[in-house]
């Protein structure tokens, strides 16, 4: 082999290892890379080139192989590793990589609960990227509102006011260190007293996000009057050093016992006073908390009458193991009027039905699935139980009443049975047999009605004035 014929062999050799070099450092393949591609669209990928990687918890798992200006908008063409498996509720974002702009393209791939994302298909979750100039032009016009703020507040203190600032200030200093004596003197029936208004307070339950939103609206009105009034300021700061005189002779009758607060702190039976008072409310609204009220609206069809009868509960439950029912009921046989008639002497005897609104009062006890029930039903006497199951969405009741048999053709107490069961979360239907001593009444009864839970209705009871001894 001649020399020259080496000499060409050997950089035939050195270019295809340099082209191979830099193909494998650039990421640019010889031949297509394999995999499938997806598609996502962006509004701005400014800092994304092609070649970017595509990461999927910090772990390559693809390339943009090509961005194209598609409607006003850049999508980008993503080749996906084979194994890497992206589903159909996928998001991707920009990932800024640092202040200078360079963005990544990062992928949360979805839960398998979805569809698998296919050759051709897109991404519809986007999320773009912080953009540093609006950031830098946000905290900038922050600087410049706080700089006016500064300005404001400047422009209302003058040297007068300072001056009367700063005795107001020594003078808060006396009332503070006075209301620290009291405070030492007095601190076992102060935490007492603390305590329950803290019970107090969580039992009217948690309002916070209404208060703040309340706040916000208070702050704005306020930064309003004071651009509006910031001259009036300075006068009323004269004003600050007689209030502030003012309140060091309250503190000091405090002290000595003058007055309703210095009383309360040195007069035990005014504490006392005080105290049960704490008690009471806090025990009115614990019970008031703990009350459920449930209302319920009821039909029935009475198939031997071929009437319906309507009914209206309301159940208060303080405890889950005890409540009252309070009911009104719409009883087509309510009432009979008889009237006699004598025509030429002969005596007819007309009997009339009448619809009648009927009152039920009851006392209930739990016992796990079963409740026994007595008190007033449908103004008379009455006794009842149910049976629960299905997780409490059907009900087996029992229910007797009018043992004197008052009511029309009726010879024998009124004995109920019925099922009722749930099919909604407030919707109910119900059947069973009614009046099964009496056979000149007894029958089939089908029906349903809705339940629900009024958590207002309860206050009504809390603010109802009690009857003390």
Same mark, same amino acid.
């Given at each position: 082999?001649?020399?020259?014929?080496?000499?060409?062999?050997?950089?035939?050799?050195?270019?295809?290892?340099?082209?191979?070099?830099?193909?494998?450092?650039?990421?640019?393949?010889?031949?297509?890379?394999?995999?499938?591609?997806?598609?996502?669209?962006?509004?701005?990928?400014?800092?994304?080139?092609?070649?970017?990687?595509?990461?999927?918890?910090?772990?390559?798992?693809?390339?943009?192989?090509?961005?194209?200006?598609?409607?006003?908008?850049?999508?980008?063409?993503?080749?996906?590793?084979?194994?890497?498996?992206?589903?159909?509720?996928?998001?991707?974002?920009?990932?800024?990589?640092?202040?200078?702009?360079?963005?990544?393209?990062?992928?949360?791939?979805?839960?398998?609960?979805?569809?698998?994302?296919?050759?051709?298909?897109?991404?519809?979750?986007?999320?773009?990227?912080?953009?540093?100039?609006?950031?830098?032009?946000?905290?900038?016009?922050?600087?410049?509102?706080?700089?006016?703020?500064?300005?404001?507040?400047?422009?209302?203190?003058?040297? %007068?006011?300072? /001056?009367?600032?700063?005795?107001?200030?020594?003078?808060?200093?006396?009332?503070?260190?006075?209301?620290?004596? !009291?405070?030492?003197?007095?601190?076992?029936?102060?935490?007492?007293?603390?305590?329950?208004?803290?019970?107090?307070?969580?039992?009217?339950?948690?309002?916070?996000?209404?208060?703040?939103?309340?706040?916000?609206? *208070?702050?704005?009105?306020?930064?309003?009057?004071?651009?509006?009034?910031?001259?009036?300021?300075?006068?009323?700061?004269?004003? !600050?050093?007689?209030?502030?005189? %003012?309140?060091?002779? !309250?503190?000091?009758?405090?002290? /000595?016992?003058?007055?309703?607060?210095?009383?309360?702190?040195?007069?035990?039976?005014?504490?006392?006073?005080?105290?049960?008072?704490?008690?009471?409310?806090? /025990?009115?609204?614990?019970?008031?908390?703990?009350?459920?009220?449930?209302?319920?609206?009821?039909?029935?069809?009475?198939?031997?009458?071929?009437?319906?009868?309507?009914?209206?509960?309301?159940?208060?439950?303080?405890?889950?193991?005890?409540?009252?029912?309070?009911?009104?009921?719409?009883?087509?046989?309510?009432? *009979?009027?008889?009237?006699?008639?004598?025509?030429?002497?002969?005596?007819?005897?007309?009997?009339?039905?009448?619809?009648?609104?009927?009152?039920?009062?009851?006392?209930?006890?739990?016992?796990?699935?079963?409740?026994?029930?007595?008190?007033?039903?449908?103004?008379?006497?009455?006794?009842?139980?149910?049976?629960?199951?299905?997780?409490?969405?059907?009900?087996?009741?029992?229910?007797?009443?009018?043992?004197?048999?008052?009511?029309?053709?009726?010879?024998?107490?009124?004995?109920?049975?019925?099922?009722?069961?749930?099919?909604?979360?407030?919707?109910?239907?119900?059947?069973?047999?009614?009046?099964?001593?009496?056979?000149?009444?007894?029958? !089939?009864?089908?029906?349903?009605?809705?339940?629900?839970?009024?958590?207002?209705?309860?206050?009504?009871?809390?603010?109802?004035?009690?009857?003390?001894?």
């Amino acid at each position: 082999m001649k020399t020259e014929l080496k000499v060409g062999v050997f950089a035939i050799i050195v270019i295809l290892t340099l082209s191979y070099m830099t193909f494998k450092v650039g990421g640019l393949g010889i031949t297509l890379k394999k995999g499938y591609r997806l598609y996502v669209v962006f509004d701005d990928i400014s800092g994304l080139d092609i070649k970017s990687r595509v990461k999927i918890a910090g772990v390559d798992a693809g390339i943009v192989e090509k961005i194209a200006l598609k409607n006003g908008k850049a999508e980008l063409t993503l080749l996906m590793e084979p194994d890497v498996k992206i589903y159909e509720d996928a998001e991707a974002s920009l990932k800024v990589a640092g202040f200078l702009g360079d963005k990544n393209l990062v992928l949360w791939s979805g839960t398998p609960a979805h569809a698998l994302l296919q050759e051709g298909d897109s991404i519809k979750k986007t999320k773009p990227a912080l953009d540093i100039d609006q950031l830098a032009n946000e905290l900038t016009s922050a600087a410049t509102y706080i700089s006016d703020l500064a300005e404001t507040i400047q422009s209302i203190f003058g040297e %007068s006011e300072k /001056k009367s600032l700063k005795e107001a200030i020594h003078n808060l200093k006396a009332i503070t260190e006075n209301v620290n004596e !009291i405070v030492k003197e007095n601190r076992e029936p102060l935490r007492n007293i603390l305590a329950r208004l803290e019970k107090l307070s969580n039992s009217l339950g948690d309002k916070g996000p209404k208060i703040v939103d309340d706040l916000s609206r *208070v702050a704005n009105d306020l930064k309003e009057v004071i651009e509006e009034n910031r001259y009036a300021f300075k006068d009323s700061m004269e004003n !600050i050093k007689e209030v502030s005189k %003012s309140a060091s002779n !309250i503190a000091q009758k405090i002290e /000595k016992g003058e007055g309703t607060i210095g009383k309360l702190l040195k007069e035990d039976n005014l504490y006392d006073s005080f105290n049960k008072v704490a008690e009471g409310a806090g /025990k009115t609204f614990d019970t008031i908390e703990r009350m459920k009220t449930f209302m319920e609206f009821r039909s029935e069809y009475l198939t031997k009458e071929g009437n319906s009868k309507g009914y209206f509960n309301l159940t208060l439950q303080p405890r889950s193991d005890k409540y009252y029912i309070l009911g009104v009921v719409t009883d087509p046989m309510g009432s *009979v009027e008889i009237t006699d008639t004598v025509i030429n002497g002969v005596k007819t005897t007309k009997e009339e039905t009448k619809r009648k609104i009927k009152f039920t009062a009851q006392f209930a006890k739990r016992f796990e699935d079963y409740v026994l029930r007595i008190g007033m039903i449908e103004n008379t006497f009455g006794l009842g139980a149910d049976y629960f199951l299905a997780n409490d969405k059907a009900k087996v009741s029992f229910n007797a009443w009018d043992f004197s048999a008052e009511e029309a053709r009726a010879e024998k107490a009124h004995v109920k049975i019925g099922f009722d069961y749930r099919i909604f979360k407030h919707i109910f239907i119900s059947g069973g047999i009614d009046n099964l001593l009496n056979g000149s009444r007894r029958g !089939i009864y089908v029906g349903g009605g809705l339940e629900f839970e009024d958590e207002d209705f309860k206050y009504i009871f809390g603010v109802a004035p009690k009857l003390t001894k």
